[in-house]
């Protein structure tokens, strides 16, 4: 099992920053890809960005180039810097981790983000 938790959601201006953090423990070694999703009032959930064990970056059209994930192995965790806020990045954002050997996605409880003025 794989537990994840999620921090530095909050209330932001539009323009302004805010970094998010997932920690990671459990069978890690499991993980072969971490990523954020975020879920808007109403709305499904959508795939934001992910990093891969081996360090490769993907990012979904709607944040590519304001947002940046990456990853401290040392540390177990997962961040997602987000710059250049919009009103509409205001959502639930989820860490999920994904094990494509066994076919799991674990998740998160979600940290809440506010882009307004």
């Known amino acids: 099992q794989v537990q994840l938790v999620e921090s530095g959601g909050g209330l932001v201006q539009p323009g302004g920053s805010l970094r998010l953090s997932c920690a990671a423990s459990g069978s890690i070694f499991s993980i072969d890809a971490m990523g954020w999703h975020r879920q808007a009032p109403g709305k499904e959930r959508d795939w934001v960005a992910t990093v891969t064990s081996g360090g490769s970056t993907h990012y979904a059209d709607s944040v590519k180039g304001r947002f940046t994930i990456s990853r401290d192995n040392a540390k177990n965790t997962v961040y997602l810097e987000m710059n250049s806020l919009k009103p509409e990045d205001t959502a639930v954002y989820y860490c999920?981790?994904?094990?494509?050997?066994?076919?799991?996605?674990?998740w998160g409880k979600g940290t809440l983000v506010t882009v307004s003025s």
């Open positions: 999920k981790g994904s094990d494509y050997t066994r076919r799991m996605a674990y």
